[in-house]
Nanobody, 124 residues
Framework: QVRLVESGGGSVQAGGSLRLSCAAS????????MAWFRQVPGREREGVAA???????VYAEFAKGRFTCSKGDVKNTLYLEMNSLKLQDTAIYYC??????????????????WGQGTQVTVSS
């Protein structure tokens, strides 16, 4: 059974940094794509960044220049380095993994597995 576990969330002041981690277990091969999403109450889950099996990354516009998505040395480990955090970055951040590879990385339907989420709170 595939399981994704996020860690690294917490509270930080605006302008600060956090590093999220995601560890996947239960799958012996590399996922075609892994991604980070976030969600605030009352809004749809939105894509933050994704990385494919070849290491290519894509970012949401709001994440470009501030967030870095990377894979770890351990298979199916994912990181999200977040810098210059803003109040509007407050959300639950989710790790996702999928077997598909389509042109729209930001669709939640593209991913087969999800973590339970980790809260990121940015305060002034």
């Amino acid at each position: 059974q595939v399981r994704l576990v996020e860690s690294g969330g917490g509270s930080v002041q605006a302008g600060g940094s956090l590093r999220l981690s995601c560890a996947a277990s239960g799958y012996g091969y590399n996922f075609n794509r892994m991604a980070w999403f976030r969600q605030v109450p009352g809004r749809e889950r939105e894509g933050v960044a994704a990385i494919d099996i070849g290491g290519r990354t894509v970012y949401a516009e709001f994440a470009k220049g501030r967030f870095t998505c990377s894979k770890g040395d351990v298979k199916n480990t994912l990181y999200l380095e977040m810098n210059s955090l803003k109040l509007q970055d407050t959300a639950i951040y989710y790790c996702a993994a999928g077997h598909l590879y389509s042109s729209d990385w930001s669709l939640t339907s593209e991913y087969n597995y999800w973590g339970q989420g980790t809260q990121v709170t940015v305060s002034s």
